[in-house]
């Protein structure tokens, strides 16, 4: 350990051990991201990109070759047939949203099959709030297969909830702000065949924070159609917003009438000199993702040195880059997120306070300190001051920093006296 931040013996003990520790993991995410980096650059190389497609277009945007090639390497990288990637997309919940009103009609069925859907999509189906425009509004059905008591898919719960009026089955990749694992593409070519066994039913998966943990997405395992965000995994650290949908090609006109209006789709949308930084981004993910994950393994490892209870554990195979930690109570959630925000490159000097969030029944606490506003490539971490009392924490442009931002929330945690 350098001596530009100061830890007590115990955590430095323990943060050498976590190193030692995490070494066949590290190995592994090495290997991923070498072949991720390889694939994302023969899309740039197959694609001809150029420097001229970085070119600024303003109004509609007409014949913007940039964008235009853009989601034709987005596409490759993700082994779909065709793909969007747009900094008009908003956020991950847009994109989700755009995706999901492009696809689905009046009288149809939508069927989540990973339990309740990500918090914000709720207001999106209509199962939250009223008179939005959700898809209730407009006659879509909702309808979901909970998890088993453990967390895991209902497979044969699946099989039993397919019907004719099943316009959509909804998969949802990461683990949200809960405990139960999260999918990885095998998991979802598990789902894709039953579905497939009887239905002809659109097969979409919410693929936020899964891009490129591991060597295929989802598309090559069933999937229809994936959608995620620019500030998460596929943006690199580098987008500054935007989102992502890829998959079918005829799906994904549909999406893209919905993302501008039927008649326009994809035709128009200017750049605004975003499509540098957009394949930038994308060129990177790769890299920048093995650095989140180093960063989450370290962490698991670090607190299972400490005697704490992480989920994955550091030593399990990773399907996207969330890790959760159990850290017992409240006193030690707090601890963990002024910690860790004590080593954030921008707003190190701020100390986070739980706070009374609208949609929460408890208060939250959270820790970021990002280059890009609620990037959560970026090392970051939320906590609900509840059972089970887990933290999740994403992120981290690279690991020597995120190491020293989980270091420090562990000293932290050790300096109120708060150590299990
Ligand atoms: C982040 C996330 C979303 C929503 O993305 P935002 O950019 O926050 O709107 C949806 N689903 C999952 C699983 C996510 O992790």
Redesign the pocket.
């Known amino acids: 350990m350098n001596s530009f931040f100061k830890y007590d013996d115990i955590i430095a003990k323990a943060g050498e051990k976590a190193l030692e520790a995490a070494s066949a993991s590290f190995a592994r995410i090495d290997e991923i991201r070498a072949y991720n980096q390889e694939k994302v650059l023969a899309a740039f190389i197959k694609n001809s990109v150029n420097e001229s497609h970085f070119t600024e277009s303003t109004g509609y945007g007409y014949g913007d070759r940039g964008r235009d090639v853009l989601d034709n390497v987005l596409a490759d990288c993700v082994g779909a047939e065709d793909s969007l990637i747009r900094h008009s997309l908003?956020?991950?919940?847009?994109?989700?949203g755009v995706a999901l009103f492009g696809m689905l009609r009046p009288g149809d069925t939508m069927l989540c099959v990973t339990g309740t859907?990500?918090d914000?999509?709720h207001s999106v189906i209509g199962i939250k709030g009223n008179g939005m425009g959700s898809l209730k509004d407009f006659g879509v059905t909702y309808k979901q297969v909970d998890l088993l008591e453990d967390g895991t898919i209902d497979y044969e719960g699946i099989e039993k909830a397919l019907d004719e009026k099943i316009a959509m089955v909804y998969i949802?990749?990461?683990?949200?702000y809960s405990l139960r694992p999260s999918l990885g593409v095998e998991d979802i070519e598990k789902i894709s065949k039953i579905v497939r066994n009887k239905s002809d039913a659109i097969i979409m998966v919410?693929n936020?924070?899964g891009e490129f943990v591991e060597r295929t997405e989802p598309v090559s395992h069933g999937a229809d159609i994936i959608a995620?965000?620019l500030?998460?995994n596929p943006g690199g650290g580098i987008a500054k917003c935007g989102?992502y949908i890829a998959g079918r090609a005829d799906l994904v006109e549909k999406c893209a009438y919905r993302m501008t209006t039927p008649g326009l789709g994809r035709e128009v949308g200017p750049s605004l000199g975003q499509t540098r930084g957009l394949f930038m981004g994308l060129f990177n993910a790769p890299h920048i993702v093995g650095e989140a994950l180093k960063t989450a393994v370290f962490a698991a490892s670090l607190f299972e040195q400490l005697g704490y209870e992480t989920t994955p554990h550091s030593s399990e195979k990773r399907v996207?880059i969330?890790q959760a930690l159990k850290l017992c109570n409240s006193e030690t959630l707090v601890a963990f997120c002024q910690g860790m925000q004590k080593g954030a490159p921008i707003d190190s000097n701020v100390c986070p306070e739980p706070w009374d969030m609208p949609g929460y029944d408890n208060q939250v606490i959270m820790s970021a300190g990002a280059f890009t506003g609620?990037s959560?490539i970026e090392l970051s971490s939320d906590a609900p001051l509840r059972e089970p009392f887990a933290v999740w924490m994403q992120g981290s442009l690279n690991f020597d920093s995120g190491k020293v931002g989980v270091m420090l929330a562990a000293q932290e945690i050790y300096k109120r006296g708060l150590l299990k």
């Open positions: 908003t956020c991950g919940t847009h994109t989700l859907p990500y914000t999509i949802q990749r990461s683990r949200g919410d936020c924070y995620g965000s500030i998460k989102g996207d969330i609620g959560s």
